[in-house]
């Protein structure tokens, strides 16, 4: 009983800390969208035809990355990725990762059809913004960028950092099965004590 109380809890708790995680990175992505992409939109289009050497120490890319890590300071996001219609990574707050081919990734390709898609994943070493971070637990989601006629013209990746959120899970989770296998440990040795009298009252 415990366990079956404890698993089907744990898996309400991160169901609904995904949907809650998931809507705070769409709205990160829109706020992007909204600030960066009008104003980089020609960078965008044409980083397809830089060289990738050319892309990663582009004056642009350079002011776009101090944008984008103005913009995110003080809050839990340890990377932003950008994508163009056609799956190249434009930008990056991990350098290293311009000008990759995502063109057959699946959060892309929902991404580019118009979906959204988000899951968690653990990692024990991870380049974050400006320095690698170990043993995080990350919400990613892949969020599509939309113009004002509502084309869809390329895709935000954005990783948020929920180590914290989740060991407060954890932990209140470890509260409740405690308190459950406790009243239950109670009833069956109040339930056995009963057995008890009834057989020494037979017995007499």
């Not at 035809?49 to 990355?65: C, E, F, K, P, Q």
């Not at 913009?71 to 311009?98: C, H, M, R, W």
Request: glycine fraction near 6%.
């Amino acid at each position: 009983a415990c366990l079956a109380i404890g698993y089907f809890s744990r898996e309400g708790v991160r169901r609904d800390l995904l949907s809650v995680a998931e809507s705070n990175n769409v709205v990160l992505a829109h706020t992007f969208s909204s600030l960066i992409w009008p104003k980089y939109a020609d960078f965008f289009t044409a980083a397809g035809s830089m060289d990738i050497w050319v892309l990663r120490g582009h004056a642009v890319t350079r002011a776009l990355r101090k944008e984008v890590l103005t913009a995110i300071e003080g809050i839990p996001v340890v990377k932003v990725k950008v994508y163009d219609a056609n799956g190249l990574t434009v930008f990056s707050t991990q350098a290293s990762q311009i000008g990759e081919d995502k063109s057959g990734n699946t959060g892309f390709i929902t991404a580019r059809a118009g979906g959204i898609l988000s899951d968690f994943t653990h990692r024990d070493t991870f380049i974050a913004n400006e320095h690698a971070v170990e043993d995080r637990d990350l919400l990613f989601s892949y969020v599509p960028i939309k113009n004002r006629l509502d084309q869809i013209e390329g895709v935000f990746e954005i990783y948020y950092d929920v180590t914290e959120l989740l060991a407060r899970t954890e932990r209140a989770q470890q509260i409740q099965f405690a308190i459950v296998a406790a009243s239950l440990a109670v009833l069956f040795t109040a339930l056995v004590f009963a057995v008890w009298l009834i057989e020494r009252d037979r017995q007499r």
